[in-house]
């Protein structure tokens, strides 16, 4: 949703009428990126990418069926067998799509997508389906909160959705209706220390995931990176520079930003552990160091170093154990 965020924001400038359509539940077509959504313009035009656009023609005929004054309509689609070959999905499924004109989303929604921050978008759906209020929630708490009448209980859970900072929604029954649960965590923002191969093939592996990365050799730029958005910065310490891994990894812990990792033996992990306690870190702060830095998959090579590396920035956010799929249960997705 956030590619949307630009055209939302002139459309809404501009006066011009759209709809936006997502998920609000989904079962099956295998792993997919949880924001996509598509703004649907007054011409029938859809702009982004759901469902590899399987449903674009059907979704955008809802949309021009909405009637005036309804400010929601709740669409099943579903797609199997032989039409998920010819749609390019990896496999079948079916899903509730939520449709909502522009002009009932707020600005500061939008606003804050644009921006890459942190956000929340709660919906309140009434027990019809053709009623829907929507509420912007972030991290922390807002001058415009005042006011809202979004729960506490919901808050709360907002919060603590943003906080496994991975993209999702939540769906909650109510005695009204539902309540829906949209998160946007910032997106994980490389800061790679120390050049090199290894450091282009990180820039690389972040740009397969959508990630900004950033590659500076100088102590004092890195911390400035970091200190612009600590929610969303993840640090990666490749020098070995007492004179650059120590300070850069005193501001990361000081400032707590989202992950912290620093490659090395462990001779040389044990000397910034050293140095980092003599500058009056505990135990704690220092246990946030994810030092010899990535996954253990068994990585040789450059590329695959990168991989392992950006594995475990992903499992850290997220606030997992990597593990073995096979070895779990439930859904796999989840």
């Known amino acids: 949703m956030r ?30 990126n949880l924001g996509e959504a ?32 309804d400010t929601a309509c709740v669409r099943e689609v579903a797609v199997h067998e ?11 499924g079916q899903a509730d799509v939520l ?9 500061a929604w939008w606003d804050l997508l644009a921006d890459g921050s942190d956000a ?17 929630v972030t991290s922390a708490p807002r001058q415009d909160d005042a006011g809202t ?24 029954p109510t005695h009204g209706g539902l309540v829906l649960i949209e998160t946007f965590p910032a997106l994980p923002h490389l800061v790679i220390v120390g050049e090199g191969e290894l450091a282009g093939l990180l820039v690389a592996q972040a740009a397969l995931l959508g990630w900004p990365a950033v590659v500076t050799s100088e102590a004092q730029e890195a911390v400035r990176l970091l200190s612009e958005r600590p929610g969303g910065a993840c640090l ?22 989202a992950y912290v990792g620093a490659l090395g033996s462990r001779r040389t ?21 994810h030092g010899p830095i990535g996954l253990d998959l068994g990585a040789r090579t450059a590329a695959e170093t990168a991989l392992a590396i950006c594995a475990e920035v992903l499992a850290a956010l997220d606030g997992r154990e990597a593990r073995v799929l096979r070895e779990g249960s439930g859904s796999i997705n989840a």
């Open 99 to 107: 449709l909502q004109p522009l002009h009932t989303l707020p600005t």
């Open 38 to 69: 598509v703004l649907i313009d007054a011409d029938g035009h859809c702009h982004g990418s759901l469902y590899r656009g399987t449903f674009d023609d059907y979704l955008a005929a809802q949309a021009a069926a909405l009637p005036e004054g």
């Open 149 to 172: 009448d979004v729960s506490a209980e919901v808050v709360e859970r907002a919060r603590e959705l943003l906080a496994r900072r991975r993209t999702g929604r939540d769906l909650q």
């Open 3 to 32: 590619e949307l965020a630009d055209a939302a924001r002139r459309w809404a400038a501009e006066g011009r009428p759209g709809v936006l359509a997502r998920p609000i539940t989904e079962t099956g077509f295998g792993p997919r």
């Open 82 to 92: 032989e039409e998920v070959k010819r749609a390019g999905l990896t496999c079948g």
């Open 120 to 136: 929340a978008l709660v919906t309140r759906l009434d027990a019809s389906g053709t009623r829907a209020a929507s509420t912007v």
């Open 236 to 257: 990666i310490m490749l020098s070995h520079d007492p004179e650059v891994d120590v300070p850069v990894l005193s501001s990361a812990l000081t400032t707590g930003v």
């Open 269 to 289: 992990q044990a000397r910034r552990a050293a140095s980092l306690t003599e500058a009056g870190f505990d135990e704690v702060q220092l246990g946030r160091v």
